[in-house]
């Protein structure tokens, strides 16, 4: 039984094995993106951030994904080639991966666990969207853990607990703030 991040070992984007163990200490944010998302002019947050606090320790861990409205098409390195040419990100991008469902990442299954779906931001344009799509595929959704799109964030501490859950919607102020607070 998994009691931190440190216990799951991923696929980097070449499709080697990369122990979480290698980040102990560092503050994480775990996100799974998408390049062709209403939400994907957040690598530009993103990065914003890591060029900020990397330095003190944070680490930010990009998973595309592709469950959601097949707006993670292409391979991992026209993934990556996408956002270095358009966002200019550094931080590190691993395999393609599904965040829900019998194949899902075991890392995510931990992630989930640890903490729930807490609820979009309505204030936020595309979570009213969010909310009305989501409501009419399954009036309870909101129940489940599962992740509900794109660019959903959680927040690992330097001991590997996961301590925060951010939707896409979530403004990256909140973000930051929680995570200057681990630092």
């Known amino acids: 039984m998994a009691q931190n991040v440190y216990d799951f070992t991923v696929k980097n984007r070449k499709g ?12 994480l944010l775990i ?13 530009e947050e993103l990065e914003a951030l890591y060029k900020a606090y990397r330095e003190q320790g944070l680490e930010i861990l990009d998973f595309p994904c592709n469950q959601f409205g097949n707006q993670a098409p292409g391979t991992e390195e026209e993934i990556h080639e996408f ?4 966002y200019g990100t550094e931080f590190p991008q691993f ?3 599904e965040v829900n469902g019998e194949n899902e990442l075991p890392l995510y299954t931990f992630l989930k666990k640890e ?12 979570g009213k969207i969010l909310d009305e799509m989501l409501s009419k595929a399954d009036p309870d959704y909101a129940a489940s853990s599962s992740i509900k799109w794109n660019f959903t964030k959680f927040l690992v501490d330097r001991k590997g ?16 703030n929680a995570i200057k607070q681990l630092l």
């Open 16 to 27: 080697e094995e990369v122990s979480l163990k290698e980040y102990e200490g560092k503050v």
């Open 31 to 43: 996100v799974n993106t998408a390049t062709r998302c209403g939400f994907t002019p957040q690598y």
């Open 83 to 86: 956002c270095q040419l358009n």
């Open 95 to 97: 395999k393609k991966i």
């Open 115 to 126: 903490q729930g779906f807490a609820g979009f931001d309505l204030a936020h344009p595309i």
């Open 161 to 176: 607990n996961v301590v925060a859950r951010f939707e896409p919607t979530a403004p990256i102020a909140d973000v930051e």
